[in-house]
């Protein structure tokens, strides 16, 4: 799996996060040093953020431990990196509750084809899952859930095109519980999150879903392109002013020279994330392990 996520990141590796090898093995430590280490970070999306974090802490420990040696530093620059990324995480599921996951999202991130993979990943571990149609505006969005629904062995419950989204999502939640389903998931239309009027529709398919599912778990998750960069930030910040993010899946990572993205997000918003698309098959949506994504960059 290691080299699946090594492979899926080889743009991002190669691109600008693969400068700092160059750096690190510099012949000494001054301003100049600090300036492409900053201009570094910058241009690979790692934000202004956690670029000052990570420079600081860099500069107090080279000072601290008296460090002349660029290439001293790199586990150390690693080891920043990190922190940043792991973020307090309650898990995905609650076993032993019915867990209701709503994937939001703006158009064309992915959203669809990242739920038939996140349902994959849930049968192969045992669990139950239904599909919720609730993406009634999309042409042919209902039919491309049936489709995934047929290959994967999953009830997809739906509507009429046109039909109220939080109510097929009602009519999920009862039917997961008369068929002792584990998992309800959630397909929502695609919307701009500068739309004011599908940001409410969004929050009444939350009301819905908390009210109806008041002895189960339920979570919202944002469904995010890597390729759109710092754009992105923007976007899961009204995302989550709106619903309450409770995490966030990156699509299309591998798709991108510009992975410090994901630093970015963590600094910013502090959501945990919970996996990562690194390329098109079902097994290259991966579990998001902060140590293992660094190591998979410098390594």
């Known amino acids: 799996m290691f080299n699946k996520l090594k492979n899926g990141l080889k743009k991002s590796r190669e691109g600008l996060l693969g ?39 860099l500069k107090n420990q080279a000072k601290k431990l008296n460090i002349k ?31 209701i996951l709503l994937l939001v999202g703006v158009n064309g991130v992915g959203k669809t084809t990242t739920l038939a993979k996140m349902a994959n990943k849930f049968i192969n571990s045992g669990d139950k899952v239904i599909f919720a149609a609730a993406d009634t505006f999309r042409a042919a969005a209902i039919e491309q859930l049936q489709e ?30 008369a068929r002792e389903a584990d998992i309800v998931l959630v397909d929502t239309a695609g919307r701009l999150h500068t739309n004011i009027n599908l940001m409410e529709e969004l929050k009444k398919i939350k009301k819905v879903t908390l009210r109806e599912a008041s002895d189960g778990t339920v979570k919202t998750v944002l469904v995010m392109d890597a ?9 899961a910040k009204l995302f989550n002013d709106a619903l309450d993010l409770d995490a966030i899946i990156l699509t299309k990572l591998d798709g991108t020279a510009k992975g410090g993205i994901v630093v970015a997000i963590e600094e910013e918003l502090n959501i945990p994330i919970w996996f990562i698309g690194v ?13 293992e994504f660094v190591d998979a960059f410098f390594e």
Do not use: C, M, Y
């Not at 100049?32 to 202004?48: K, M, P, V, Y």
């Not at 390729?227 to 976007?235: D, E, F, P, V």
């Not at 390329?279 to 140590?291: S, T, V, Y």
């Open 19 to 57: 400068q700092f090898t160059g750096l690190f093995s510099r012949a000494s430590i001054d301003e100049n040093f600090w300036e492409n280490i900053e201009e570094a970070l910058i241009r690979a999306d790692i934000g202004i953020g956690a670029t000052t974090k990570i420079l600081n802490e």
């Open 69 to 99: 040696n660029p290439e001293e530093l790199k586990d150390l620059f690693k080891r920043e990196i990190v922190k940043i990324l792991t973020v307090k995480n309650d898990g995905v599921i609650n076993k032993g509750s019915l867990n």
């Open 148 to 177: 995934w629904g047929t290959r994967l062995g999953v009830d997809v419950i739906k509507h009429q095109r046109g039909g109220d989204p939080a109510a097929v999502v009602f009519d999920a939640i009862s039917a997961a519980r």
């Open 227 to 235: 390729t759109t960069g710092q754009n992105g930030i923007s976007q």
């Open 279 to 291: 390329g098109e098959k079902p097994e290259d949506l991966q579990d998001f392990n902060p140590q």
